[in-house]
């Protein structure tokens, strides 16, 4: 246990010997001001130096690296667990927002082939106070450059639906306790779907994404091995429930890969399903990892596709590409320090 996932109980007794406001001040002193017992100055430095001292107040996460790209508006931090697992956080700054990408999992078991997590391979599921204070960590770096944290994403390391339950558990202290709305919350999948059912079932209405990367079986399975266990139509009828319980949008997110999905054809393909749910489509070029050396659609091509989108009727934005000189960019993240990245290469179509 660490400091993000004890409860007020389990801070209660914690504190048994005080009197009961001091669980109030802790619990102000972490959720709202974001900061570590040692530094809470309404407890008495005696209290604060045995807090300290608790193994169950510790921090679940030691900074290894911090870097920074896009001239400071990304940071991504390498943090390293308890037990020696290491994940990857990143703070980017916006003119509007301030949002962070946690991880759920150290590592990932969804295999993705041009994922760098994916690639690594699966290694644990993440307690949810190590996902927390992943956020806290954020919105305190947030708050000390003068900006409010306002926007948490689950697109980091690990599936977040094969980890269900501490993931909702980590919304449910984003949403409660740290005060953001459920509404900036986006949880992301390639498609599990007893999570998606789970999801629409949940209280909170948070954002859902799913990661397609293609609109047709024979691609997906190539790309996104779980395709193989929930084939597109189960994903469809799954997306679909999931809108008609919540009302809430669902977005497509789309990694153009240069000759392999993005064709005027992947396009027609895509939109299909789009009309199913009124989806809406990110389009992401793909960024270079270690063991996927193939190149990312170039800029004509994304704004050919995007076109080709919009010309049926599809709303589709292209996501600016934040930190991939620092491997910080969505599919880099891999929870390891000094990686190089192979020169990327094309590749031929692959058959439908």
């Known amino acids: 246990m660490s400091r993000y996932d004890a409860t007020k109980a389990e801070l209660a007794e914690l504190l048994a010997a005080e009197p009961a406001y001091r669980v109030r001040q802790l619990w102000d002193g972490l959720y709202r001001q974001l900061a570590a017992p040692e530094e809470l100055t309404v407890l008495p430095a005696a209290l604060r130096a045995e807090l300290a001292a608790r193994p169950e107040l510790a921090p679940a996460l030691a900074l290894v690296t911090e870097q920074l790209a896009d001239d400071g508006a990304t940071a991504k931090w390498l943090f390293r667990l308890a037990d020696g697992e290491q994940i990857e956080t990143v703070l980017m700054y916006s003119e509007r927002r301030c949002s962070v990408c946690v991880s759920s999992q150290a590592g990932c078991a969804m295999a993705c ?54 993931v909702w558990r980590a919304i449910e202290g984003i949403v409660s306790d740290l005060d953001l709305a459920a509404r900036h919350v986006t949880v992301s999948t390639v498609g599990v779907i007893p999570g998606i059912e789970r999801l629409a079932a949940a209280p909170l209405q948070v954002n859902l994404a799913v990661s397609l990367h293609a609109a047709n079986d024979a691609l997906r399975n190539e790309l996104v091995p779980l395709n193989r266990r929930y084939p597109l139509g189960a994903l469809m009828a799954a997306c679909r429930d999931y809108v008609e319980a919540t009302h809430r949008r669902v977005s497509f997110e789309w990694a153009l890969i240069a000759g392999v999905n993005d064709t005027p054809r992947d396009a027609e393909e895509l939109a299909g399903l789009c009309h199913q749910i009124s989806a809406h489509v990110n389009l ?13 659609s170039p800029p004509a091509a994304v704004r050919a596709f995007r076109d080709t989108l919009s010309s049926l009727g599809v709303n589709a934005t292209v996501r600016k590409t934040r930190g991939r000189e620092i ?24 058959p439908r």
Request: aromatic fraction near 6%; charged fraction near 20%.
């Open 284 to 296: 992401i070029p793909l960024n270079p990892t270690p063991g996927y050396p193939v190149l990312g």
């Open 113 to 166: 082939s041009f994922c760098a997590t994916g690639q690594g391979g699966y290694r644990r599921q993440l307690r949810s106070g190590e996902i927390l204070e992943q956020v806290v960590r954020a919105a305190r770096a947030a708050k000390d450059a003068g900006r409010r944290l306002d926007h948490v994403v689950f697109m980091g390391m690990g599936e977040p639906l094969a980890n269900f339950a501490a």
């Open 327 to 350: 491997a910080a960019a969505c599919g880099q993240l891999a929870g390891t320090a000094g990686r190089r990245v192979a020169a990327p290469a094309r590749r031929a179509a692959a």
